[in-house]
């Protein structure tokens, strides 16, 4: 079993910055692609971004440029770089990591951009 544990969230200006974690517990966190999504209030949760084993990234159009997906398997770590905030970037941000049939999920920070 996987837990997952973000923090990093908070309240931030437009045009602020804000880094996510993701700590997740277990041995294979190195060989799983770990991905971040958002759900902003009464919307579907979307896709952020994405990190595979082999560091390969990809990111959601709207977020391209502005934010960067890492990991650290030392730490057994990902991390959500948030550069240039906007309001639409306000959201109940999670992290998933699916695992072979299984699919598990963080409880979610809250990032909040003031106009």
């Known amino acids: 079993q996987v837990q997952l544990v973000e923090s990093g ?15 997740a517990s277990g041995s294979i966190f190195s060989t799983v692609t770990m991905v971040w999504y958002r759900q902003a209030l009464e919307k579907q949760r979307e896709l952020v ?17 502005r934010f960067a997906i890492s990991r650290d398997n030392n730490k057994n770590t990902v991390y959500l770089q948030m550069s240039n905030l906007k309001p639409e970037d306000t959201a109940v941000y999670y992290c998933r990591a699916p695992v072979g049939s299984f699919d598990y999920w963080g409880q979610g920070t809250q990032v909040t951009v003031s106009s």
């Open 49 to 65: 971004a994405f990190i595979t084993a082999g560091n390969i990234t990809n990111y959601a159009d709207s977020v391209k440029g």
């Open 9 to 23: 969230g908070g309240l931030v200006h437009s045009g602020g910055s804000l880094r996510l974690s993701c700590a």
